[in-house]
């Protein structure tokens, strides 16, 4: 059975950084695009960021853009999202999620709050 599971959220000022991880397992990793996206209070989930299953290609929401970096290890079976310059508009919960042709893997997500 497929396992998502994301770490690394918790509450950090603005301008602060985090590190959040999706640790997989129960699938070829290797074999799947993987992406973040979060989902704020009241509002839809949106997508955050994507690398392609070598790892060599990758983009981004506007919003993130230059703040945020998303990489993998296919060794380890993780995908990692690396965010700095944190604003308070990216506090949200942010989910794992793994997409190979119609089959999309989601994880539990993790809380990311940025607020003084």
């Known amino acids: 059975q497929a396992q998502l599971v994301e770490s690394g959220g918790g509450l950090v000022q603005p301008g602060g950084s985090l590190r959040l991880s999706c640790v997989t397992s129960?699938?070829?990793?290797?074999?799947?695009?993987m992406n973040w996206y979060r989902q704020a209070p009241g509002k839809e989930r949106e997508f955050v960021a994507t690398v392609n299953s070598v790892g060599n290609r990758k983009d981004y929401a506007d919003s993130v853009k230059g703040r945020f970096t998303i990489s993998r290890d296919n060794g380890k079976n993780t995908v990692y999202l690396q965010m700095n310059m944190l604003k308070p508009e990216d506090t949200a919960v942010y989910y794992c999620?793994?997409?190979?042709?119609?089959?999309?893997?989601w994880g539990q997500g993790t809380q990311v709050t940025v607020s003084s």
């Open positions: 999620n793994g997409r190979r042709g119609t089959i999309a893997l």
């Open positions: 129960g699938f070829v990793f290797g074999g799947y695009i």
